[in-house]
């Protein structure tokens, strides 16, 4: 396995757009100069509220290896209420990441060695004007805070060109919002 190689898994409800979040950062990553973005939607029995998740993984080659991932690097927790129901850091990394959307702060939770970065997503995706419940595009505005890998300003674009007739500004702004309130931890 080449090692730069980011492997990225996203776990979410059905309904939250953990997919489409995947696939904004990845037009976004492309975009900044990664040759290598391979996004794998996870589908199945997937039902509305039911734990689901997808991968990506960038690289600035090309990537060949289409393989589901088995050890990401970091983790994208769009509902913190599924830490109940799911490992969500099964496999992870040893010193690997977790972004989380919760209302609690990173003393709240322990991911041993992982780094924790959060923000209560939930609460500014309704400050920024969208329904209770949508955070996919908050959730990359944590991403982008806490990783650095994409700019927020080429993921603002990304998620205005993949909600144009869906409320874009107030997409964008729940991001932004996010990335603001972003408080990124140490392991």
């Given at each position: ?16 757009g ?15 100069g990664?040759?290598?973005v ?10 509305r ?16 290896d ?9 983790v ?52 920024a ?17 806490a990783?650095?890998l ?13 909600f ?24």
């Amino acid at each position: 396995m080449r090692q730069d190689i980011i492997e990225i898994r996203w776990h979410g409800r059905g309904g939250q757009g953990a997919i489409t979040a995947a696939k904004i950062v990845a037009n976004a990553a492309f975009r900044s100069g990664y040759k290598g973005v391979v996004m794998a939607p996870t589908f199945g029995t997937e039902r509305r509220g039911a734990p689901v998740f997808t991968s990506l993984k960038i690289s600035r080659e090309k990537i060949y290896d289409l393989s589901p991932i088995a050890t990401p690097d970091m983790v994208v927790v769009l509902d913190h209420t599924l830490l109940d129901e799911v490992d969500v850091t099964a496999g992870l990394k040893e010193n690997g990441e977790v972004i989380l959307n919760t209302p609690e702060g990173l003393h709240d939770h322990d991911f041993g060695t992982h780094k924790l970065s959060v923000a209560d997503v939930t609460t500014t995706a309704v400050e920024a004007g969208l329904a209770p419940g949508i955070v996919n595009t908050g959730i990359i505005g944590v991403f982008a805070k806490a990783t650095g890998l994409v700019s927020m300003d080429l993921l603002d674009e990304a998620i205005k060109a993949e909600f144009s007739s869906m409320k874009p500004d107030e997409n964008a702004r729940a991001a932004a919002l996010s990335y603001d309130q972003t408080v990124v931890g140490g392991a």
